[in-house]
């Protein structure tokens, strides 16, 4: 016997097992982190965080072009690096008002991991931009100019990035979202960042001029570490990975519903920002299909309760004798058996020949 029932969209604000420290949630590009995606207010938070930073960015990028310094130019591209995390959000919405086809009969929600990797490759290709400058001005030094603007662009970034944080953090605490919180953490960081080109281009009034490249390549590399904390994130969904955290939440919560004797094959997916269930439980063979069902019924009512960003669970209910898929014939080894069974017809017609 199997169950299959579609849940929408739930707000976070209904459950209460976010965690709300610093530090504790990966920041990375290109991934739509559930948490704030099920909210519309956390949705809210990440369209105005998106204006505010493509505004501080595009200020910076002409003091780029005016005074030349390589470390704002590193600083700009992690700005604009932060302000593309947004991108495939946007994508992965408008895909998402589209119904299911019968040849995408799960809708787009992959589009999603597309617009991720999309990202993740742009933001490797800046930095490797910004790397290279910023090597080639150690070996051919050149003058920064303009060294007050560069100054204030510092300062603009670090206000940006700290209005930001301040913005998210607010919303994140209010919503329960650890994902969003982490990003207001992160956006904190980013402002530092921001204002470590005050002291490239200090370094550089002072009569270091090294210092700006300097500083651009410490920027660089740790914009290489988010690229290679994003690829790890967004390689994980595409090719079907789920955090163990999750997994061992979907166990939790189904085993401690009443008339479950055993949960065993646990498989799920991300599509999307959506994440795709399918599971066995064991129930007592005396109890009735009805009965049954209605243990099957409580188990998607205990996950939709745990998980909100749960969109589709398959619940199969088998007797405690038989649970798991290892009762049950695939069809791929149906497959195979049939084919034996035609290459030993074709054996015998060969031999009769």
């Not at 976070?12 to 739509?32: F, I, K, L, N, S």
């Not at 595009?58 to 704002?72: E, F, K, M, N």
């Not at 617009?115 to 910004?130: D, E, N, P, T, W």
């Not at 791929?332 to 031999?351: F, I, T």
Request: a negative charge; hydrophobic letters at 45%; proline letters at 3%.
């Amino acid at each position: 016997m199997s169950h299959e029932h579609r849940h929408g969209d739930r707000s976070h604000e209904e459950h209460g097992h976010t965690r709300t420290h610093c530090g504790e949630h990966a920041h990375t590009h290109g991934v739509v982190d559930p948490s704030i995606a099920s909210s519309k207010k956390g949705l809210w938070a990440v369209k105005w965080s998106f204006i505010g930073l493509f505004i501080t960015a595009c200020l910076q990028v002409v003091v780029v072009i005016l005074s030349g310094s390589v470390a704002l130019l590193a600083d700009t591209i992690h700005n604009f690096g932060d302000t593309a995390t947004a991108i495939p959000l946007g994508i992965a919405f408008f895909f998402a008002r589209l119904r299911p086809t019968k040849r995408f009969s799960y809708g787009y929600g992959r589009v999603e991991d597309l617009a991720g990797m999309a990202v993740v490759l742009i933001i490797l290709f800046s930095a490797i931009v910004a790397g290279y400058e910023a090597i080639d001005r150690f070996i051919h030094p050149q003058h920064v100019k303009h060294l007050w603007a560069v100054v204030i662009a510092s300062i603009v970034g670090f206000l940006g990035n700290e209005g930001v944080a301040l913005f998210r953090l607010r919303v994140g605490k209010e919503i329960r979202s650890a994902a969003l919180i982490a990003d207001g953490c992160h956006a904190r960081t980013d402002g530092w960042t921001s204002l470590a080109v005050l002291f490239g281009a200090l370094g550089v009034w002072l009569g270091f001029p090294l210092t700006d490249p300097l500083i651009g390549l410490g920027i660089t590399v740790a914009i290489f570490f988010i690229v290679w904390d994003s690829v790890k994130a967004v390689f994980l969904r595409a090719l079907d990975g789920v955090e163990p955290e999750i997994m061992e939440e979907i166990t939790h919560a189904v085993s401690h519903v009443t008339g479950v004797q055993d949960v065993s094959d646990v498989r799920a997916r991300w599509i999307g920002h959506k994440l795709h269930l399918e599971m066995n439980i064991a129930v007592e063979s005396s109890l009735s299909v009805t009965e049954g069902h209605e243990i099957a019924n409580d188990v998607q009512h205990e996950l939709y309760h745990h998980i909100n960003y749960l969109s589709l669970a398959v619940v199969h209910v088998d007797p405690t004798h038989q649970s798991g898929e290892r009762y049950h014939p695939h069809a791929s080894l149906r497959g195979e058996v049939c084919l034996l069974a035609y290459r030993k017809q074709w054996w015998r017609s060969c031999e009769r020949v």
